[in-house]
């Protein structure tokens, strides 16, 4: 039998997986461009194919990052994606 955690929210993740609460924030904003990414694509119905060749990537990249398997895709590397498929990006600071 396999058991399971579920987590409500990043900052509950991060603890669940021995993660400092600082990475929560980090998380945030990765999970963020993900899914900003993800709707761009869906937005323009383009393949995984047409999509990676738009953002200058693997289709293994974008696939992953439309899986939302982020692990070896550095923060860097999403910015440039999002902004290769058009998308505008703005950092807030509170």
Do not use: W
Request: hydrophobic share 45%; charged share 30%.
């Amino acid at each position: 039998m396999t058991s399971y955690f579920e987590a409500k929210n990043i900052e509950e993740l991060c603890s669940l997986m021995g993660l400092p609460e600082s990475e929560a924030p980090k998380i945030k904003i990765r999970l963020g461009l993900a899914k900003a990414i993800r709707r761009a694509v869906e937005k323009k119905e383009l393949t995984h194919v047409e999509a990676s060749e738009k953002a200058g990537v693997g289709r293994t990249v974008m696939t992953a990052i439309m899986n939302g398997n982020l692990d070896k895709i550095s923060t860097d590397r999403l910015i440039d994606i999002a902004q290769a498929l058009g998308l505008r990006l703005q950092l807030k600071v509170a």
